[in-house]
């Protein structure tokens, strides 16, 4: 298994394939001072150092401690490839760098999530600031990027330009010296991207805004702005191109450097400005201000006759009123009096010349302190994460970086020097705290067998500079502060009185022969960790109080420039109180930086300087072995190696690598020294390479660590699909759990409704029941509350009944037994759904199937109940007529003429004598009725003369037509048999309306048969229709019986 370019065994041990870069390593010295033979001997010390520069080997550590030698030329070092090779490497498979160290405390950044800082120290000129630049600029080419921040890391780099334009002059010492102290807090997100900054600045030199030694320079952007500015942005300033011209810039006599191009200088940082995202605007009130010092340092005062003093350059002051933004005359009056207030009164009071040059200084002094302290501020918020949502404070880490001015031995040393010198001490301290003294401290705690090695604590020191009420530093305020006229002179007075027994403290009285001819009476030596630095006292006392007058702060309050008012209206502000003091100040800042410092994880870098000379190639043993020596290196080394190089509690130790032995993972329950032993010995750990302490395990080399830490990053991946398989399954579980218990919740929810439903159907059905029984019982009472449901129940179910079994036709004559109580209700109901179907039915009805009711009509009134043969008729229809047309001899039809023929039907005629039947056609017509013998009309009946209509009331056909006897045209009645005999008379009777002329006789019928003469037909019941001559003559008709058919 290959994982990031590593082979990986089974066991997750790495075995690095990296083997040519390890064989690479430089031959030259040894690249970790531990590895020296001679590691107690100061001079192998500083040999391998020498060796490693001639070869260009800037770098070499001291176990995890790197130090660094400043080669005063380029080197082919700080490319990209180079940072490519050492991006995720171990710290010690390679050639030590800066971007090794820089790579472990970002590799640690991501993997510990824990804060870490970059401590670099050094004296003035060893490559801080250089180095810082490096690690800035390693980061921002190799950590991802995020895309809302994609160019914070320019930026950044940027931020650096600018500062250092502002912040950093040249000195005796360094060429590019940061005269202010930087700690920058760059800040990466949960991805290791970094997303913004956060600078603090501390005590930036003012004192060289208005005045430099021999040699030196003021800041960079003063000669920046002269030789780069174009010359329409130096007429617009009034500034001319000769840095001469300006007494605040002559006094170092060194208008140049040969090193660096202010010109060049001046485009990058006009560009870093722009890049940073300062607004044009802003950036014009900046150089306003840079060039209103210039401006202010050549005003100049003279003196009058009764030593007054008065403003000698006019113009200059017009100049400067301009570009300051201020009132020119108020800015006048200020420079040359003084306001007091005196019991709530105002006093002016002139200034002699030396005040007034002095108050203009401190003007001078202040603008432009104050013009850098908000120039960090903006290039914080400038830098600061935009997207707030999404940057997170605690998903987020810092690397905080401290580049402050180092340790600094001038001819001249005054307070700056003080407080610079006292701020190294203090990192010293640091230092040994955190490596020496810490480091031997928890070996005894531990119980780790260990031989003290002895180094110079510099407690000692820090505490005769800040000790409350004994400290220089108090000593200083109380002059400052304590009433009456204070000098410098009686602040070391004071000094002397207090501390002329302080082995690190040596005034001018107190010291032996030797030194105190080097020493001026105005001086004090403090023997530093680093060396013996002489301060001279004069101006200690102004430069602590910092004082600007009441009346110049409040001219600058109402300047034009937003810059400057916005100074001078925050901090101390006009009517501040109890101001608090420089050294003081600086004192509390420096307490915080150490309390940040110390909340992280820290790195550190030594820079040692070859040379005071600036030069490659150079290597002053005397001034290296200096620093070797005031650094602690050789300390460091001999605890490095009689110790070990990391150290972790058995629970940080175990929580990190208990994946990597399957005894200790998931979890383990016993101790936590057994659980760190088990581990160990499955890791493979010799007895030479670790040692287990009371609560901590010490492992000697970091390359046993790097290799456990190869080992668990090798494992990651198995350890990351163990987490999302458990993480899964218990995403699923609750997602199951989540559901199960919502279905439960609907479930009970919708049964609990159910059971409720049912119940209260239960219970209105018993209600029901209950009225109903009631009802029931009370039912033939009057309509009453108890029984009123039950008789509503009875009315209502009657209707519903009804309403489903109404009679469809008129025939049917069913009807639902309706209730008592209904019962009038029920007939009137039944008599209009009767009416409705009857009135339904007759619109129904076509004139055709009208004339065929008339019709049954009629014969219902005529036969019902009369004749047997009658209900046998009813079914069947009456026809238009029983013969075709064609059956009419068209003779016939001719012979009648205009009388048509209404209906036909066949019949026989009986002979009135002899009875003989004669087949026979009966025509009718509206008026008259014919019997036609095929083509010859036999016989016309008119209906007029009809005097009745006979029928038997057996099934039998016959009927008699009866005629007037005394109508000769006629030969008596007819009698006829027709097989329609029930159609044939309906139908005869209405056209002749002689409806009531139909008789039916039950036994027989009576005829005449001609001129008075009386025939009979007798009717019998037989079991066919049969006509035969009866006795006496008569004519004897068998009918059917009804129960044949
Ligand atoms: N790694 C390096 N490679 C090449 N030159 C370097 C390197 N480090 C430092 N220098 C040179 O040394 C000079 C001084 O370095 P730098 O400004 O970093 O010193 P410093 O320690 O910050 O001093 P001070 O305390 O005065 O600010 C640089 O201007 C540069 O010319
Ligand atoms: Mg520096």
């Known amino acids: 298994m290959r994982y990031q370019g590593r082979e990986v065994d089974i066991e997750g041990r790495v075995r ?8 690479a390593r430089d031959r030259v010295g040894v690249q970790d001072f531990v590895l020296l033979e001679n590691y107690t001997s100061e001079a192998a010390f500083i040999e391998n150092l020498r060796r490693r520069l001639r070869e260009n080997l800037v770098y070499t550590y001291i176990g995890s401690v790197l130090v660094s030698v400043n080669p005063y030329k380029d080197l082919e070092i700080y490319s990209k490839q180079q940072m490519e090779r050492y991006r995720g490497v171990c710290f010690y ?17 991501r993997t510990q999530r824990k804060d870490q800082c970059i401590l670099i120290s050094g004296e003035s000129g060893a490559g801080k600031t250089e180095a810082c630049k490096k690690i800035l600029l390693y980061y921002t080419v190799t950590c991802p990027t995020n895309d809302d921040f994609a160019a914070i890391g320019s930026r950044l780099l940027q931020s650096n330009q600018v500062l250092e334009a502002f912040g950093n002059a040249k000195t005796l010492r360094n060429d590019n010296a940061s005269r202010f102290g930087k700690y920058m807090d760059v800040q990466f997100d949960f991805k290791g991207a970094p997303v913004g900054a956060h600078i603090l600045d501390y005590l930036l030199e003012k004192s060289r805004v208005v005045h430099q030694n021999h040699g030196e320079r003021n800041f960079h952007i003063f000669y920046q702005l002269l030789d780069g500015g174009d010359d329409n942005l130096l007429n617009t300033l009034d500034l001319q191109r000769n840095p001469q011209n300006y007494q605040y810039l002559v006094k170092g006599n060194c208008p140049r450097l040969s090193s660096v191009s202010d010109k060049n200088n001046w485009k990058v940082v006009m560009k870093a400005l722009s890049v940073i995202g300062f607004t044009e605007k802003e950036v014009e009130n900046l150089l306003n201000i840079i060039a209103g010092v210039l401006h202010l340092g050549n005003v100049q005062f003279g003196e009058g006759e009764e030593g007054e003093t008065y403003i000698t350059t006019e113009t200059q002051m017009s100049n400067l009123a301009k570009l300051l933004g201020v009132d020119g005359l108020a800015l006048r009056e200020a420079l040359t009096h003084r306001k007091l207030t005196a019991n709530a009164e105002e006093m002016i009071s002139p200034l002699n010349f030396e005040q007034a040059e002095s108050v203009r200084d401190a003007l001078a002094k202040a603008v432009y302190g104050r013009t850098f302290t908000w120039l960090v501020q903006k290039i914080n918020e400038l830098l600061a994460p935009k997207d707030v949502l999404n940057y997170n404070r605690k998903s987020c880490c810092v690397i905080g970086l401290l580049d402050i001015y180092g340790f600094e031995v001038l001819h001249h040393n005054s307070f700056e020097q003080f407080c610079i010198n006292y701020c190294n001490e203090k990192l010293h301290q640091l230092f040994i705290d955190l490596t020496l003294k810490s480091e031997q401290e928890d070996y005894e705690t531990e119980g780790i067998t260990w031989e003290m090695v002895k180094y110079f604590d510099n407690k ?34 004071k000094l002397e009185d207090t501390l002329s027994d302080h082995p690190h403290f040596v005034t001018h009285k107190s010291a032996n022969g030797k030194t105190r001819r080097v020493m001026s009476k105005e001086e004090f030596r403090l023997l530093h960790y680093a060396g013996e630095v002489n301060y001279d006292v004069n101006s200690f006392l102004d430069k602590n109080r910092d004082m600007l007058n009441w009346n110049l702060k409040e001219v600058m309050c109402q300047s034009d420039n937003p810059i400057l008012r916005h100074s001078f209206r925050t901090g101390e502000g006009i009517y501040h109180k109890g101001p608090e003091m420089v050294a003081t100040k600086f004192k509390n800042d420096l307490k915080k930086l150490v309390e940040i410092l110390k909340s992280k994880q820290p790195s550190y870098v030594r820079c040692i300087k070859p040379n005071d000379a600036k030069q490659p190639e150079r290597f002053d043993e005397v001034l290296v072995r200096h620093q070797v020596k005031y650094l602690g290196l050789g300390e460091t080394v001999r605890v490095r190696r009689a110790g070990f190089a990391y150290r972790r509690t058995f629970e940080a130790f175990l929580q990190r690598y208990k994946p990597l032995c399957p005894e200790t993972w998931p979890n383990w329950y016993g101790s936590l020294e057994d659980g760190v032993s088990i581990l160990v010995n499955h890791l493979g750990y010799k007895p030479e390479e670790y040692k287990l302490g009371r609560s901590k395990i010490f492992i000697r080399f970091h390359k046993t660590l790097f290799i456990t830490e190869d080992a668990l990053e090798a494992k990651r991946p ?8 458990s993480w899964r399954g218990y995403r699923e579980r609750s997602k199951y759990q989540r559901i199960r218990h919502a279905v439960i919740v609907i479930q009970s929810a919708w049964r609990g409704m159910k059971a409720r439903r049912r119940a209260k159907r239960r219970r209105q059905a018993a209600e029901l029941i209950r009225r109903f029984i009631k009802g029931f019982i009370y039912r033939h009472e009057e309509y009453c509350a108890e029984n009123k449901y039950f008789l509503d129940h009875i009315r209502y179910s009657f209707l519903k009944n009804l309403r489903k079994n109404l009679p469809e036709t008129v025939l049917d004559k069913s009807w639902p037994t309706a209730p008592p109580l209904l019962a009038e209700a029920s007939d009137h109901l039944r008599r209009l759904h009767m009416r409705n179907m009857v009135r339904k039915y007759c619109r129904r009805v076509q004139p055709e199937w009208k004339k065929q009711m008339v019709h049954k009509v009629v014969a219902s009134e005529l036969f019902k109940d009369q004749k047997d043969s009658y209900p046998q008729s009813v079914g069947r229809l009456f026809l238009d007529s029983r013969l075709e047309q064609e059956q009419i001899s068209l003779k016939v039809i001719q012979t009648l003429g205009n009388d048509k023929v209404q209906y036909g039907v066949p019949v026989i005629k009986y002979d009135r004598r002899g009875f003989k039947p004669r087949p026979r056609q009966l025509l009718l017509t509206n008026t008259f009725a014919v019997l036609v013998e095929r083509t010859k009309i ?3 009946i008119d209906y007029a003369a009809l005097t009745g209509i006979s029928l038997s009331s057996l099934r039998d056909g016959m009927v008699v037509l009866h005629l007037p006897s005394d109508d000769i045209k006629q030969k008596g009645d007819v009698v006829l048999h027709c097989n329609h005999v029930i159609e044939l008379v309906t139908k005869l009777s209405m056209m002749a309306t002689k409806v009531n002329y139909v008789n039916i006789s039950p036994g027989s019928i009576k005829f005449t048969v001609a ?35």
């Open 16 to 23: 690095l394939v990296m083997e040519s870069a390890l064989t």
């Open 938 to 940: 036999k016989q016309r």
């Open 718 to 725: 198995d350890m990351a699909l163990a987490l999302q398989t």
């Open 460 to 493: 000692i020191i820090c505490d005769l500079i800040e000790e409350k009420h004994k400290g220089i530093i108090s000593i200083l305020d109380e002059e400052c502060l304590g009433p009456g006229e204070t000098w410098d002179a009686s602040f070391l007075e």
């Open 93 to 109: 498979d390679i050639a030590p760098h800066i971007y090794a160290l820089s790579d472990n405390a970002y590799r640690a950044l």
């Open 1011 to 1045: 001129r008075g003469k009386q025939g009979v037909i007798d009717f019998v019941r037989g079991s066919e229709l049969k006509v035969s001559k009866g006795k006496r003559g008569h004519l004897l008709v068998t009918s059917p019986r009804i129960d044949n058919t």
